[in-house]
């Protein structure tokens, strides 16, 4: 599974944050709430409790290390991609494992190329399931992703007005199409993922050697910060001792402020310019 943490926090949202982090602090016996409770915090809200009970095979947490391996990876070295935050093959909720990603700060829209990307992405995972353990071994795991990429790509050609062949319109969907319409619609839909699954199997191939390499170090440490990944990458085991490290695979992209028009406002604003 992969995710996008794109999100705002509502202030009943914030206050139960702050209470999880505090009660994580509390029973870890810390002095301080430290970001790594607030980490805990964020992820049982967001994903639901760790299933540490859940009973898994080491061949069934292999499967799912490099399903999430092939997410993490396709994203990591995607132009267009968010930076990896982190990457878990702990199960939560429904899932047995999941990478997240922070974007470069508040996203009203997406371009053409990181909406490709997203979709690459989601595929990652059925990829490297197909690349390890063959065709004929690949599990449902998937379904969510296809979901997700499915639904992105629907909204590419008959929203976004991005098909040349059904032109710059937009098609809602309890509009009733033609069977012409429809057909185009379904033919652009199946094109865009199909040419993303061909991207995402291009670049693990490619990229082999750091799939197993993500793989094994999801089996052997079960959580890895974008970062700690970026370094295993390299060659550098992470830091188990003391605070992991929080940083995503790649610096966020800082956003440039531009100063208030209003008269004696000292604000700054994020909003665009157009």
Same mark, same amino acid.
């Given at each position: 599974?992969?995710?996008?943490?794109?999100?705002?926090?509502?202030?009943?949202?914030?206050?139960?944050?702050?209470?999880?982090?505090?009660?994580?602090?509390?029973?870890?016996?810390?002095?301080?709430?430290?970001?790594?409770?607030?980490?805990?915090?964020?992820?049982?809200?967001?994903?639901?409790?760790?299933?540490?009970?859940?009973?898994?095979?080491?061949?069934?947490?292999?499967?799912?290390?490099?399903?999430?391996?092939?997410?993490?990876?396709?994203?990591i070295k995607t132009d267009g991609s968010d930076p990896v935050?982190?990457?878990?093959?702990?199960?939560?909720?429904?899932?047995?494992?999941?990478?997240?990603?922070?974007?470069?700060?508040?996203?009203?829209?997406?371009?053409?190329?990181?909406?490709?990307?997203?979709? =690459? #992405?989601?595929?990652? %995972?059925? $990829?490297?399931? /197909?690349?390890?353990? !063959?065709? @004929?071994? &690949?599990?449902?795991?998937?379904?969510?992703?296809?979901?997700?990429?499915?639904?992105?790509?629907?909204?590419?050609?008959?929203?976004?007005?991005?098909?040349?062949?059904?032109?710059?319109?937009?098609?809602?969907?309890?509009?009733?199409?033609?069977?012409?319409?429809?057909?185009?619609?379904?033919?652009?839909?199946?094109?865009?993922?199909?040419?993303?699954?061909?991207?995402?199997?291009?670049?693990?191939?490619?990229?082999?050697?750091?799939? =197993? #390499?993500?793989?094994? %170090?999801? $089996?052997?440490? /079960?959580?890895?910060? !974008?970062? @700690?990944? &970026?370094?295993?990458?390299?060659?550098?085991?992470?830091?188990?001792?003391?605070?992991?490290?929080?940083?995503?695979?790649?610096?966020?992209?800082?956003?440039?402020?531009?100063?208030?028009?209003?008269?004696?406002?000292?604000?700054?604003?994020?909003?665009?310019?157009?």
């Amino acid at each position: 599974s992969v995710t996008n943490m794109s999100f705002m926090f509502s202030g009943a949202e914030l206050f139960n944050l702050v209470n999880q982090a505090a009660l994580k602090a509390a029973v870890d016996g810390l002095k301080n709430v430290g970001m790594a409770a607030f980490e805990h915090a964020k992820d049982k809200i967001m994903m639901g409790a760790e299933r540490q009970s859940a009973i898994i095979s080491p061949e069934n947490m292999k499967l799912t290390a490099f399903h999430e391996a092939g997410h993490a990876l396709v994203a990591i070295k995607t132009d267009g991609s968010d930076p990896v935050h982190k990457a878990t093959i702990m199960p939560r909720g429904r899932a047995l494992g999941m990478v997240m990603q922070l974007p470069d700060g508040d996203q009203t829209s997406q371009s053409f190329k990181e909406m490709l990307a997203r979709m =690459d #992405i989601c595929m990652g %995972g059925r $990829v490297a399931e /197909e690349l390890i353990y !063959g065709a @004929e071994n &690949v599990t449902s795991g998937a379904v969510g992703d296809f979901q997700q990429a499915t639904r992105l790509a629907r909204a590419m050609i008959t929203k976004y007005g991005y098909s040349d062949k059904v032109g710059p319109i937009f098609l809602d969907d309890r509009d009733k199409l033609s069977g012409e319409t429809s057909k185009q619609v379904d033919e652009e839909v199946n094109r865009l993922l199909s040419e993303s699954y061909d991207r995402a199997k291009s670049l693990l191939l490619k990229h082999r050697k750091d799939l =197993d #390499i993500i793989a094994n %170090g999801l $089996v052997e440490y /079960e959580t890895l910060s !974008g970062g @700690e990944i &970026v370094d295993l990458l390299n060659g550098k085991k992470p830091n188990m001792k003391g605070v992991r490290s929080q940083r995503p695979s790649r610096a966020t992209q800082e956003i440039p402020l531009r100063k208030s028009k209003s008269k004696g406002s000292t604000l700054d604003s994020l909003a665009p310019s157009y």
